[in-house]
């Protein structure tokens, strides 16, 4: 069974548009992040949410808005894509004080 | 904010020497230190952590130390196996468990 799981794993798209990346984790975690890693590897915290409260929010346009509309699932949706907005995103969960399991990624392409 | 640096980015060993990966973070807050492994195309795993009351934990192949005066902390492979290579990531956490990643160490056994 996966422990926590994104979809889409691949999103391709043009600028401009709108687009949503779903996670779930089944493991009972009541914490959940966004990560984003860019071409060079670098990851770097965006949100963290614990029991569907945001506690972490970074330096992130508002055009990226995080929803969690409960303990086992936190969204991430992005408005207006620009060129920039391309990397691999990871969500992951955590009963401990950094992440535990991250998601398999969702590589985000903007043309 | 906190800043953590690691060294090597790259570094190949033969099959059965040890691996050792360093970095050093700023922020004397920090009281957590993880070790990710991140392998090709998939999300990092957290593979062994370090509190700042330790100064040093082992578990089979891997150890971590960490030097809390100096700001340095530690990661050593021994007898590595060509399923070690992946890309490594220490990491530092503090206030607010705000997670600071490195860059990120390419690791490379060669059998």
Known sequence: DTAVSQTPKYLVTQMGNDKSIKCEQNLGHDTMYWYKQDSKKFLKIMFSYNNKELIINETVPNRFSPKSPDKAHLNLHINSLELGDSAVYFCASSSLAVPEFFGPGTRLTVL | ?111
Do not use: M
Request: proline share 5%; charged share 20%; with cysteine.
């Open chain 2, 1 to 111: 904010g906190e800043n953590v640096e690691q060294h090597p980015s790259t570094l190949s060993v033969q099959e059965g020497d040890s691996a050792v990966i360093k970095c050093t973070y700023s922020d004397s807050a920090s009281n957590y230190f993880p070790w990710y492994k991140q392998e090709l195309g998939k999300g990092p795993q957290l593979i062994i952590d370090i509190r700042s009351n330790v100064g040093e934990k082992k578990d089979q192949r891997i150890a971590v130390t960490l030097n809390k005066t100096a700001k340095h902390f530690s990661l050593h492979i021994t007898e590595t196996q060509p399923e070690d290579s992946a890309v490594y990531f220490c990491a530092a956490s503090g206030v607010y468990q705000k997670v600071t990643f490195g860059t990120g160490t390419k690791l490379q056994v060669i059998p």
